[in-house]
């Protein structure tokens, strides 16, 4: 088991990813969500030459930190800059056609959700910014501004099932009118402000519109489905990807996609057995996704709602 200094940031299931990788030390990985390296770094510890690691991250200054930790432990593994939603299409620049592994640890790193600049976060005060790739040009505060009320309702509902969207769409509307809303805390304000007060008393009342946002700024969704179609066609013989999701939406995404490309094709009767082409390619490692221990919950309480499913190329 791998054991984690205090002082270190935590990856979320760290130990349940590493081994469901399976990983060959002369094997090709891909970690798709650098961070700050967490994960990256215990693969490129099992990888000797030709083993090697390439790691997407679409915001730099994860790629510039995580970069000063790999370089002390190997140097076997290449950093890009961009998003996963392009993984095929870098790998085949880079001249690998296939991989033993991929990994993905969707959501926000912790780092970000921590600097008060990015706007992630509803606990601190600062632009309505959102954007994990400083390059995009959509931020929170473009959304809030230009949206009709009725698309801010919709976005608030189906990427977080806020219950109380259409209200606060409207309140944002009505707001926006005197004045645009720039920060945080000025979205924090007009969301207390029509929620009723047992609403605000179950959690934060910010939370799920927070994460409507984020998951609009960053295309979060479409990305992952994308990019899993991508994985899935890179992965060499006895591959695995590992999945770690954070909400319901992703889980969904990724679970409905593995059970189909692991379920075998429809049966007809007219045919004695069925042909290999029409067997499926992939099986489940995990039938039903692994969450963190009591343990891990302990120490690392963001890991609360992590999910981690696994699927093997056949």
Known sequence: MIIMKQQEHIPVLLNEAIEGLNIKEDGIYVDCTLGRG??????????????HLFAFDQDQEAIEASSQLLSTISPHYTLIHDNFSRLKENMISQGIPLVNGILFDLGVSSPMFDQQDRGFSYRFDGPLDMRMDQRNPITAA???????????????????????SRRIAKQIFLVRKEKPILTTYELVDIIKSVVPAKYRAEQHPAKRVFQALRIAVNNELNVLEESLD??????????????????????????????????????????????????????LITKKPITPSPQELEVNPRSHSAKLRIIEKI
């Open 38 to 51: 967490g994960h990256s770094s215990y693969i490129l510890k099992q990888l000797k030459n030709p083993g």
């Open 142 to 164: 473009s959304l809030i501004n230009s949206l009709s009320e009725k698309e801010l309702a919709d976005i608030f509902f189906k990427y977080s099932e806020e219950r109380y």
């Open 230 to 283: 991508q994985a899935l066609d890179l992965l060499a013989s006895g591959g695995r990807i590992c999945v770690i999701s954070f909400h319901s939406l992703e889980d969904r995404i990724v679970k409905n996609k593995f059970k189909e490309v692991s379920s075998p094709a429809t049966w007809n009767r007219n045919m004695p057995l069925v042909v290999d082409e029409e067997k499926p390619k992939f099986k």
